[in-house]
């Protein structure tokens, strides 16, 4: 069972930027893919960005991939995501998620992370 957590969201003015972290419980956390997905109000959960195990394979969504990075520092079992330009479109709850497989969709994670709030003012 792999536990993640995250931290860093909060309250940003339109413009912004944030860098959420994930912490994974899994001392062998470069086994899994790791993927970010985010939670609007009354929205269902989208696909935000993903990374292998190595960090080889990286894939965002469209809407932000001219403003987020998403990175892995294995050796502290974290995955991080750092969004710039922040637009209050951006506003959800941002989950962690890992698994086998790298994908861009939430099915293949197993393991999720509680998520972290992010409210862009504008």
């Known amino acids: 069972q792999v536990q993640l957590v995250e931290a860093g969201g909060g309250l940003v003015q339109a413009g912004g930027s944030l860098i959420l972290s994930c912490a994974a419980s899994?001392?062998?956390?470069?086994?899994?893919?790791a993927g970010w997905f985010r939670q609007a109000p009354g929205k269902e959960r989208e696909f935000v960005a993903a990374?292998?195990?190595?960090?080889?394979?990286?894939y965002y969504a469209d809407s932000v991939k001219d403003r987020c990075t998403i990175s892995r520092d294995n050796a502290k079992n974290t995955v991080f995501l750092r969004m710039n330009s922040l637009k209050p479109e951006d506003t959800a709850v941002y989950y962690c998620?890992?698994?086998?497989?790298?994908?861009?969709?939430?099915?293949?994670?197993?393991?999720w992370g509680q998520g972290t709030q992010v409210t862009v003012s504008s």
């Open positions: 998620a890992a698994g086998e497989f790298i994908a861009t969709t939430p099915t293949p994670y197993v393991y």
């Open positions: 990374i292998s195990g190595g960090g080889g394979r990286i």
């Open positions: 899994e001392r062998t956390f470069s086994r899994y893919a």
